[in-house]
Every structure is written in C-alpha cells, then in structure tokens.
C-alpha cells in the first residue's frame, strides 16, 4: 500500500465515522466512505476503475442497509464519478434493486451525478494491455481470441473498495465499488453488483462486503453464505475464515471480507496475499494495515 492509498483510507474512514457519530444512519456512512475511495482515483473504483478489453470504462456498485433490508445497484455504469451514489439512487428513488448498462448511466445523469470522462488517450496508452488491446480493437472475435490468450485467470492487483458500518440504532450497512478485474470481455459484469455475492446487510444477522475474484464469489453467493453462518451464532471471524476456505476449496477463488455484526463484532479476513483497509471507533487512531489475519 503507498502512502497516498494509506492516506485516503484514513480520509475515507474519518468520513464515514463523523456521519455516524451525528447519529447518522450506518448506510449514509457507508456511501460517504466509499466515495472518498471513488473520488481518489488510487483505488479500482471511481476515477481509478480498470478499463475493460476495449477500453471502455464499465463500473459496478451496490449498497445495501440493513433496516429493511433496502438495496440497490449498478452494473457496468460509464461516465460517473460515484457509481455507489448512482446505486443509493437506485434504492432510495426506485422500486428496482438493479440497473445496468447506457440505461443506468442515463439513470445517474438524470439525477446529475458528478461526471467522469471516458478514458483520455493517454490512460488508454498507459493501460496495461493497450498494446494487445489496440490490435484487437474493432473485432469482438480478437477480442475474445486476444481474452483466452492473456488469460491468467485473476491476474493483476485487486482495488476494488468497500465499507461495512454499525449506527447508533443498531443499523448495519454494506457497500462496495469496483472497476472489475484485469483482462475483462466488454460487457463483463462481477460479484460487486449481485445482492449476497459481493455485498448483504442485514440488522439481524450482519454486514459484508466483498473484494477478490468475482466470478468465483458470485457463484458461492458468498457475501450471504457468511451472513448464513453469522446467524447460526458463528463470531465474523469464524464465518469469514470458514467461507473463504470453502471459496478456495470448491472454486479455486481468491477473496477478502469485510464482516460486521449487529453487536459490533468484526473482522477483516483474506486469502489474498494483501488486502488494504482499516477500521476505526471514533477512538484513538483509525488502524489501517494491508494485512489482516
Ligand atoms: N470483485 C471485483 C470483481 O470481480 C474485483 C475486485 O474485488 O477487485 O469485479
């Protein structure tokens, strides 16, 4: 982790923290949290989110609040600063959980959201696979071939930012925004979005959010499979650690957790050599670290 990456971290949680310490709902420090990570640009998120194999910039976000279980989504959003805005718009404004594509963006410009550029000729230049991606432009089919060929499955860092929160009420929330992976077919969509894969939240049992490899984390549900074990009376720690070694178990993935309980129990568990983040009660100091046990 740089030290700018650990600076916004402290930034971003003294955000989300100040909100709940007005008495502010755990979902209105969640979104605030993850916007400073979205607005930073060092993060896979907002200004920093990856570019798809044609150079488009397609975005993922959902937040979730516990009371009520209320929820919305994003998926693949161009051209907004704070898809995780976009996805509270989704669920304060509409009946639906999710929307997706041009629809979802014309959907963020409706309530005027914060825009983003496309990508300028120079972040498509310094992108990592510009050179092969060049070539393949223009034809999906060398696109595809160019796809199987760098295929190494996850390759590449993993930034994608997320934040769990507990209020005054006894409220929990969830919410995560990502620019996907590495080498992603146009139109790829991950676990961010799915309500229970890459994030859940709910007052009787807990709140989590998810970074890793998507397809793997959507296909065990995973964000809910931990919430499962959280309501048989298993700590955070535990439901994390026993989901994530059935992840590596049963789909080979790689993944990191954010898990909180309504009593205010947490942990923070990866099977990623690394994982950023931190935690703070308003005490001391926010911890931050980029390894966690
Ligand atoms: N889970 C995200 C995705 O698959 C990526 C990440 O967490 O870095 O889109």
Known sequence: MTAAQRAGLREALVAGYRLLHQG???VEA?????RVLEASGLFNAGVGARLQLDG???MDAALMDGHGLRAGAVAAIQQVRHPI???RLVMDETAHVLLVGEPATRFARHFRLERQRSPTRAQ????????EIRQARGSFQRTLRLYDAMRSGRA???????AVALDREGS???GASTGGIALMLPGRVGDTPLIGSGIYADDETGAVSMTGWGESIMRMAVAKEICNRLAAGVTPSTAARLVLEKLIRRTDGAAGALVLSPNGRFAIRHTTPRMAAGYWGGRGEPVIADRFA
């Open 124 to 131: 498509w230049k310094a992108s990592r696979a510009a050179a």
């Open 30 to 34: 969640v979104e605030a949290t993850i």
């Open 56 to 58: 488009a910039r397609r």
């Open 172 to 174: 929990v929330a969830a």
């Open 24 to 26: 502010r709902p755990a």
């Open 156 to 162: 590449g860092k993993l930034g994608t930012v997320g």
């Open 85 to 87: 805005t976009a996805a």
